[in-house]
């Protein structure tokens, strides 16, 4: 048995396995879990070394794994692709703008992952659900935007006054 049969085919639904096109569609979905799971975890553990305290960040990422986990194991039994992928996506968009909004704003690294989310729905969902969030990215990005420019945050000084820590972690996990 090979890794891929043993640790990924075995979370794809049955009901995906007899067509290739569900099948690819389903390996994407659980193997791209299988690294934002890695991802986040890793973030986590580094996030809460950086700052031991609980906090949003902590306890989003924290969540942010529940529900990965929880996901996983749904899809193997459901196979519900479209649906859970669009719920990865609605809790991973809040922590993204939930988290880098008191701190860097529109200047965070971490708004490419909305861009990356974007495309990963074109791939695992369909067409609709990218273009979606592909509006929600624009809108989210429009209104950082707005909010810097018109002096409702002032982003530029919130990032000068993180700490050297911030950026490279905001940089090893976007």
Same mark, same amino acid.
């Given at each position: 048995?090979?890794? /891929?049969?043993?640790?990924?085919?075995?979370?794809?639904?049955?009901?995906?396995?007899?067509?290739?096109?569900?099948?690819?569609?389903?390996?994407?979905?659980?193997?791209?879990?299988?690294?934002?799971?890695?991802?986040?975890?890793?973030?986590?553990?580094?996030?809460? #070394?950086?700052?031991?305290?609980?906090?949003? /960040?902590?306890? $989003?990422?924290? #969540?942010?794994?529940?529900?990965?986990? #929880?996901?996983?194991?749904?899809?193997?039994?459901?196979?519900?692709?479209?649906? @859970?992928?669009?719920?990865?996506?609605?809790?991973?968009?809040?922590?993204?703008?939930?988290?880098?909004?008191?701190?860097?704003?529109?200047?965070?690294? /971490?708004?490419?992952?909305?861009? #990356?989310?974007?495309?990963?729905?074109?791939?695992?969902?369909?067409?609709?659900?990218?273009?979606?969030?592909?509006?929600?990215?624009?809108?989210?990005?429009?209104?950082?935007?707005?909010?810097?420019? $018109?002096?409702?945050?002032?982003?530029?000084?919130?990032?000068?006054?993180?700490?050297?820590? @911030?950026?490279?972690?905001?940089?090893? @996990?976007?």
């Amino acid at each position: 048995m090979t890794f /891929t049969e043993k640790y990924i085919d075995h979370f794809v639904f049955s009901g995906e396995k007899t067509n290739p096109e569900t099948f690819r569609k389903g390996r994407l979905f659980v193997t791209s879990i299988y690294f934002i799971l890695i991802t986040a975890i890793l973030g986590g553990i580094f996030g809460f #070394v950086r700052q031991p305290q609980l906090n949003a /960040t902590n306890v $989003t990422t924290a #969540v942010s794994i529940a529900v990965m986990c #929880v996901v996983l194991l749904l899809y193997s039994k459901s196979g519900n692709r479209i649906m @859970f992928a669009n719920i990865l996506c609605t809790v991973f968009f809040m922590a993204i703008y939930g988290t880098i909004t008191p701190m860097a704003g529109i200047y965070a690294s /971490t708004n490419v992952w909305a861009i #990356v989310f974007s495309c990963w729905m074109f791939l695992i969902a369909n067409r609709t659900s990218g273009l979606i969030w592909f509006s929600m990215s624009f809108i989210a990005f429009t209104l950082l935007y707005y909010a810097d420019t $018109t002096g409702i945050n002032n982003f530029k000084e919130a990032l000068i006054s993180e700490p050297a820590d @911030f950026f490279y972690y905001d940089f090893l @996990f976007s």
